[in-house]
T-cell receptor
Framework: KQEVTQIPAALSVPEGENLVLNCSFTDSAIYNLQWFRQDPGKGLTSLLLIQSSQREQTSGRLNASLDKSSGRSTLYIAASQPGDSATYLC???????????FGTGTRLKVLA | NAGVTQTPKFQVLKTGQSMTLQCAQDMNHNSMYWYRQDPGMGLRLIYYSASEGTTDKGEVPNGYNVSRLNKREFSLRLESAAPSQTSVYFC????????????FGAGTRLSVL
């Protein structure tokens, strides 16, 4: 059974820092992996989708990498800003299923 | 475009009452999903609809029923609400299953007393 873990659960950094959020999964037979952002009281917004054949995806200050063999993905945020404060979730789609399995998220606070 | 619209935004029920959560998307997506989000549990899939006329159970379907009314609308029904169903419910859609980005609604916050 696929399990997705995100560590740390919470992170507080000063503005301007580069930071890395981690996501690990137990079954490496994945179809793709998505990173989402969730603001308090809101729904989820997809940030990046990495197909299993890809090693990384970039969007603006965000870069997500995928290492299937080790069951890991990282979300790199460059030059963090207070507006980046949110909860970041990763979700894994295991091959042969339609069900995304979500991690419990990392709650990020960027201090001005 | 409104994207994915969920109604209501908030609801309080008494144990045993029934209600239907509504979801509609205007992106002409084929696949729609219902999730629940609980503290410390992450999002869990309740039901999934790959296309109009089809539905499948997710991880936690017990106590729920769904209807894919047409391509746009996917409703979630609680027949006899229980306190364990207190949660935040999210509807999502994607163009075609898990291959594509999922778009989420703003959620329905449900309390069952």
């Amino acid at each position: 059974k696929q399990e997705v873990t995100q560590i740390p659960a919470a992170l507080s950094v000063p503005e301007g820092e580069n930071l890395v959020l981690n996501c690990s999964f137990t079954d490496s037979a994945i179809y793709n992996l998505q990173w989402f952002r969730q603001d308090p009281g809101k729904g989820l917004t997809s940030l990046l989708l990495i197909q299993s054949s890809q090693r990384e995806q970039t969007s603006g200050r965000l870069n997500a990498s995928l290492d299937k063999s080790s069951g890991r993905s990282t979300l790199y945020i460059a030059a963090s800003q207070p507006g980046d404060s949110a909860t970041y979730l990763c979700a894994v789609l295991t091959s042969g299923t339609y069900k995304y399995i979500f991690g419990t998220g990392t709650r990020l606070k960027v201090l001005a | 475009n409104a994207g994915v619209t969920q109604t209501p935004k908030f609801q309080v029920l008494k144990t045993g009452q029934s209600m239907t959560l509504q979801c509609a998307q205007d992106m002409n997506h084929n696949s729609m999903y219902w999730y629940r989000q609980d503290p410390g549990m992450g999002l869990r899939l309740i039901y999934y609809s790959a296309s109009e006329g089809t539905t499948d159970k997710g991880e936690v379907p017990n106590g729920y029923n769904v209807s894919r009314l047409n391509k746009r609308e996917f409703s979630l029904r609680l027949e006899s609400a229980a306190p364990s169903q207190t949660s935040v419910y999210f509807c999502a859609s994607s163009e075609r299953g898990g291959e594509n980005i999922q778009y989420f609604g703003a959620g329905t916050r449900l309390s069952v007393l």
